[in-house]
């Protein structure tokens, strides 16, 4: 059975479901969920018509803003390239890398279908509910580095019982 997460944001609540085919990514997510790791993290990258982006620990820290989506763990997380980035997926964000191994924690979820991105980034899950927050997060203020100017916070992410 596919996990359920609830992620609570500074704009409302998210619950996202991760798929069983992308076990690798699935079992680093609730690694990262389990630690606490992603609780306090913002949204760093928000883009209307596109995506919203998180899960950079650097994005705690105010001063580092230059530095927000530079950071995370020091591993990667091979490819499983199998599903399409239609809106409302949830995807890991990768740098550039032949191997198209996703970043150890950044993820991000698309807020338009972004079919161009397919084949590139692993999808490792959906919106199950919370897509009208994932739409007031994809229109808040943001700088030249589409960077909210007011932090967008996950505040947890917990495990939902289902």
Same mark, same amino acid.
């Given at each position: 059975?596919?996990?359920?997460?609830?992620?609570?944001?500074?704009?409302?609540?998210?619950?996202?479901?991760?798929?069983?085919?992308?076990?690798? =990514?699935?079992?680093?997510?609730? %690694?990262?969920?389990?630690?606490?790791?992603?609780?306090?993290?913002?949204? =760093?990258?928000?883009?209307?018509?596109?995506?919203?982006?998180?899960?950079?620990?650097?994005?705690?820290?105010?001063?580092?803003?230059?530095?927000?989506?530079?950071?995370?763990?020091? =591993?990667?997380?091979?490819?499983?390239? %199998?599903?399409?980035?239609?809106?409302?997926?949830?995807?890991?964000?990768?740098?550039?890398?032949?191997?198209?191994?996703?970043?150890?924690?950044?993820?991000?979820?698309? =807020?338009?279908?972004?079919?161009?991105?397919?084949?590139?980034?692993?999808?490792?899950? %959906?919106?199950?509910?919370?897509?009208?927050?994932?739409? %007031?997060?994809?229109?808040?203020?943001?700088?030249?580095?589409?960077?909210?100017?007011?932090?967008?916070?996950?505040?947890?992410?917990?495990?939902?019982?289902?």
């Amino acid at each position: 059975m596919a996990q359920q997460y609830l992620l609570k944001t500074s704009l409302g609540e998210i619950t996202l479901e991760l798929f069983d085919d992308t076990p690798q =990514h699935r079992d680093n997510f609730a %690694k990262l969920v389990s630690e606490k790791y992603y609780d306090g993290i913002r949204f =760093h990258r928000v883009i209307k018509g596109f995506m919203i982006q998180g899960g950079d620990p650097l994005s705690r820290d105010d001063s580092k803003r230059h530095m927000h989506g530079t950071g995370g763990p020091d =591993h990667r997380v091979p490819a499983e390239i %199998k599903h399409s980035n239609k809106r409302g997926t949830l995807a890991a964000a990768r740098d550039n890398n032949p191997q198209k191994a996703s970043s150890g924690s950044q993820f991000y979820i698309n =807020h338009a279908d972004n079919l161009f991105l397919d084949n590139e980034y692993t999808v490792y899950g %959906k919106v199950l509910s919370g897509l009208d927050v994932v739409d %007031k997060i994809a229109v808040v203020k943001t700088d030249q580095a589409d960077n909210p100017i007011e932090a967008v916070t996950i505040e947890s992410v917990t495990v939902v019982e289902v």
